[in-house]
């Protein structure tokens, strides 16, 4: 996952491959708690692991559930319809899908139970569900505003006679909970009167279908009115699969719509689901299609590529999907046209005010927008040179860090800027990673930023931390010249002219890895090796072979992956990434280099002089600069800094801030 405070997407190209999509969130919450509460073990397949599921893993917890995980599978043994632990405090987070199903099933089984969330959640409406379990006889208390959390659950006093009225038009995870808890309870038949239009039905057929596989029969007459039976009860249906989140596969269906497809892929793959999936979201793909996607389907699968093009504007009621039309507003930028997206006033209580977001981040881009209570209008800019591009606030919200990464595909070639890229850990933590997997761009769009200079100087320390802070992959093409010396050496290969074309042999063929902070060689963990001064010394010798340098140019190039690269080396700027935007030649006067490296090696438990070390890293200098083989020097385009005064962290900030300054948001 990209813990950083914001990722840069390059202008993306084209989109092809396949995808394997975490487990939905909305499944996997209910089928969590439908598991907790009936008897028996259930051995939950899929799961999505993610910010919301962690939230009600952890309350079942804490609510005295055994609850096992290997990966994505989650065993659980049933507290079959009574809380172990009668008194707690559960944090519920953001989760939407945690707090309200577990108010209405702790409010109906009773003790003394505190249920609070992050800020934003304490600005949720949970008034119509606590309404509705007050009819019940429950005994909720509202702990800080009236209607919102956090709240106190107490002992019931139950009266179930009279059907229960609760509202369906702002949420559907009212019914939802009630659905889902009152089977707990349900001696006699349940009746639940929806009061109002009921919103999102899709994601009350998924509690139904779920419910359904638990052993309950939930009978409805139309939207209005739902039965609980008389004398139900949850019953485990064993082992359980949890599809694929059709929420987040709908922004790999806009990347398939929106991108040319990769020369040698038809489309996007995307595995976890098909066209029959029970989740209302899946039907994001007649969305799609009307706007010009071609889309096949087969057990498990979808696929997606590019129709119509440029896209068809839509003007859509999008109450059935309303999670996944936010995707429809991105799309829209790609649309020929106006297009209108209706009755979404749910947006507005969700994780942020999501009409309000979309239309402020679309309106960077140059589109022009018109919101209102439960609408919005999207009109695309009117040519490539209209486009404009911005730094994309998130609102903390997985969906608008989503569907915002799709405006990077913009035809005016914008890099994009996302803030909070982790906000994604609601429901697809890795869904940077796994976008980079199915989009691609021509190599020189993918920023590099070189770092080169002289043994000892920083170079590394300084390429770490940037990559790092900017979520770029990492080359340390020293490491590839160190690797092959000690292939070489280990060979019994002379290190000079004489074993060049064997070396240089053996670098093209080189069998490494890099595994966190560790390197491998045919095997081997030789992490340690090749960072002996010796072994430098040996790479100094070898790099200066000029069919050597020839033989790791495809490797070095290779790295340069999306969202970007950090580089360090001794030619960098100058020969490997010569188009390179941001080019650092770094320096430190030779006393401070030696007295860095001493204490690096000392803290590492290698014994060394200052002395000789100095005299080493100054004839390794020599040898780097003097050779006819892309020598040591700055690129004519680099930026020179010394550190020899300046603190990691300040050296760090300052390359930071000119990278900064070449960026257009
Ligand atoms: N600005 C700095 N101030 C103080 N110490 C630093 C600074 N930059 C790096 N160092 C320290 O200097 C040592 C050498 O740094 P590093 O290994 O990053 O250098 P390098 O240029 O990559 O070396 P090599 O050329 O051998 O690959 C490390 O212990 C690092 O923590
Ligand atoms: N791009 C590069 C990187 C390194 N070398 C040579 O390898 C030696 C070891 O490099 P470190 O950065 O790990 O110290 C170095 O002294 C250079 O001779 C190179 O030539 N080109």
Redesign the pocket.
């Known amino acids: 996952m990209l813990t950083t405070a914001f990722v840069d997407l390059p202008p993306l190209q084209t989109a092809g491959g396949t995808i394997t999509l975490p487990g939905s969130k909305s499944i996997s919450n209910r089928v969590l708690l439908l598991a907790a509460l009936c008897q028996g073990t259930t051995t939950l397949h899929d799961v999505l692991d993610s910010d919301d599921t962690r939230v009600m893993l952890a309350a079942l917890t804490t609510l005295g559930c055994r609850i096992a995980q290997t990966g994505n599978t989650v065993v659980i043994e049933g507290l079959g319809g009574q809380p172990a632990q009668k008194q707690a405090h559960l944090f519920m987070g953001n989760a939407g899908t945690a707090i309200r199903p577990l108010t209405a099933a702790l409010a109906l089984m009773g003790g003394s139970f505190e249920l609070s969330g992050v800020p934003r959640m304490h600005e949720r409406p949970i008034g119509d569900l606590v309404d509705a379990l007050r009819q019940l006889g429950c005994q909720i208390d509202y702990t800080g505003k009236d209607g919102y959390p956090p709240l106190h659950i107490g002992q019931p006093q139950l009266k179930l006679d009279a059907p229960i009225k609760v509202r369906g038009d702002v949420s559907s995870q009212f019914l939802t909970a009630l659905l889902m808890a009152l089977p707990l309870v349900a001696k006699q038949a349940i009746v639940i009167e929806v009061v109002g239009e009921l919103i999102s039905r899709p994601y009350i057929e998924i509690t139904l279908n779920l419910l359904a596989r638990f052993g309950i029969q939930i009978q409805r007459e139309g939207w209005q009115r739902f039965t609980v039976p008389a004398g139900c009860q949850y019953q485990t249906p064993g082992t359980l699969y949890v599809e694929a989140d059709a929420s987040s596969a709908s922004y790999f269906i806009a990347a398939g719509a929106i991108a040319k497809s990769t020369t040698g892929t038809k489309s996007i793959k995307i595995l976890g689901l098909g066209a029959d999936s029970i989740q209302g979201d899946i039907r994001f793909i007649e969305a799609a299609q009307a706007m010009g996607a071609k889309v096949s389907s087969g057990p498990n699968w979808l696929e997606v590529s590019q129709g119509q093009w440029p896209l068809k504007a839509i003007d859509l009621d999008c109450n059935h999907i309303p999670d996944a039309a936010m995707t429809l507003a991105v799309m829209a930028l790609y649309a020929q046209g106006t297009t209108t997206l209706r009755n979404i006033a749910s947006w507005r209580v969700k994780e942020t005010d999501r009409i309000a977001a979309m239309a402020c981040e679309l309106r960077k881009f140059g589109a022009t927008v018109v919101e209102g209570a439960d609408f919005i209008q999207v009109t695309p800019p009117a040519s490539p040179a209209d486009w404009k591009t911005g730094s994309i606030h998130t609102y903390d919200d997985h969906r608008i860090a989503m569907c915002f990464s799709l405006a990077a595909f913009n035809p005016a070639q914008w890099p994009v800027r996302i803030e909070d890229p982790k906000c994604v850990a609601k429901t697809f933590p890795d869904y940077f990673e796994a976008l980079f997997s199915v989009v691609q761009t021509a190599p020189e769009h993918i920023p590099v930023i070189c770092v080169d200079g002289p043994?000892a100087s920083g170079?590394?320390t300084l390429a770490a931390q940037l990559a790092s802070q900017l979520g770029y992959h990492l080359l340390d093409?020293?490491?590839l010249?160190?690797i092959t010396a000690l292939a070489a050496a280990q060979a019994g290969l002379a290190l000079n002219a004489s074993g060049e074309d064997a070396i240089a042999n053996m670098a093209a063929r080189l069998n490494i890895a890099f595994k966190n902070d560790q390197v491998w060689l045919d095997g081997a963990e030789v992490t340690e090796q090749i960072r002996l001064e010796a072994t430098?010394m040996q790479?100094?010798q070898v790099?200066a072979l000029s069919k050597v340098r020839t033989a790791l140019v495809a490797l070095q190039h290779s790295f340069r992956r999306l969202p970007g690269l950090v580089a360090d080396?001794?030619?960098?700027g100058t020969v490997i990434f010569p188009d390179a935007p941001l080019k650092v030649f770094l320096t430190a006067s030779a006393e401070q280099r030696a007295q860095r490296r001493y204490k690096q090696l000392i803290s590492k438990g290698n014994p060394t002089t200052l002395d000789s070390l100095r005299a080493d890293l100054e004839a390794?200098d020599a040898r780097?600069m003097s050779r006819s083989a892309?020598p040591l020097k700055p690129a004519q385009d680099a930026l020179l800094m010394d550190n020899s005064n300046l603190s990691i962290e300040e050296s760090v900030n300052q390359v930071l801030t000119w990278w900064q300054d070449k960026q257009p948001f």
Do not use: E, L
């Open positions: 043994t170079k590394g093409s020293g490491a010249y160190r430098g790479a100094s790099s080396g001794r030619d960098m390794r780097d892309s």
